[in-house]
């Protein structure tokens, strides 16, 4: 238990930022798997939409600052890179 009333305040901040963070690392977990479902399947048009909705999830992840950009610039590099093997 925090003996200082900012350290109770912030571990609360903290907890609640985590679980967002946790949510939305989590949704682009899932929406990477997917788009590799798809890409494995050999569904080009369901991979081309998984595609742009996992590099808008990439680019958010950017901007809540969960990923670094040359992380999301490298998983981008390689999204693209496995949906033009498929055409």
């Not at 609640?16 to 899932?30: F, P, V």
């Not at 950009?69 to 890179?81: E, M």
């Amino acid at each position: 238990m925090a003996i200082i009333a900012s350290n109770a305040k912030r571990t609360k901040t903290n907890r609640k930022s985590e679980a967002a963070n946790k949510s939305q690392r989590s949704s682009l977990k899932t929406a990477l798997r997917s788009f590799n479902s798809a890409i494995e399947a050999g569904d080009k048009e369901m991979a081309e939409r998984l595609f742009n909705q996992t590099n808008s999830l990439l680019d958010k992840s950017i901007t809540s600052n969960i990923h670094h950009k040359n992380y999301v610039a490298r998983k981008k590099s390689d999204l693209s890179l496995k949906l033009n093997t498929l055409k």
